[in-house]
């Protein structure tokens, strides 16, 4: 049993635009809970929207290399529910694998699938930032434009809130 019980339907007005706001286009089934236990307070929730609209749907990284960042990241904080909801919907859409989106939850990503030397450098600086907590120069030299770069790793950070 959840420790907040998440929302259920029927939801008032207000309530049941805001949680859909937040699922993917076209998606035809209830928001996911976690989104139903954050509109139990709608205000706050509202804060949360921009920054995880802009890093997801408006970033500057290419839809894989967000993909790859966000199931390494959150496999290696045991965001195991976060892990499954970009699992079940945007990784495929995104061209991931499903070899390699099992290999983001292993200790060795590389051993577990073929990554282009892109996706490799991406999973070695999510392992490198999460152990240390420091990203080194030569990670931050990933072969990556400036703003996409200062897009990538914010989300190392959320699992950890």
């Known amino acids: 049993m959840p420790r907040i019980e998440p929302l259920t339907p029927p939801y008032p007005a207000p309530i049941d635009r805001a949680p859909r706001r937040w699922m993917p286009p076209g998606v035809g089934h209830e928001p996911i809970a976690l ?3 954050l509109h139990r307070h709608p205000e706050p929730a509202s804060r949360m ?10 970033g500057l990284l290419p839809a894989p290399d967000r993909e790859i960042v966000i199931a390494r990241v959150t496999a290696r904080a045991g965001c195991a529910y976060e892990w499954g909801v970009h699992a079940a919907s945007l990784a495929e859409q995104a061209g991931l694998s499903p070899e390699q989106l099992r290999a ?11 990554w282009p030397p892109r996706h490799r450098a991406l999973l070695d600086a999510v392992d490198e930032l999460h152990d240390t907590a420091h990203l080194s120069h030569a990670a931050y030299g990933l072969p990556l434009e400036a703003e996409p770069r200062a897009t990538a790793f914010p989300a190392e950070g959320h699992p950890h809130a």
């Open 35 to 37: 989104f139903r236990v």
């Open 49 to 58: 929207f921009a920054p995880g609209a802009g890093l997801l749907g408006h």
């Open 104 to 114: 983001t939850a292993r200790p060795d990503p590389a051993a577990g699938a073929p």
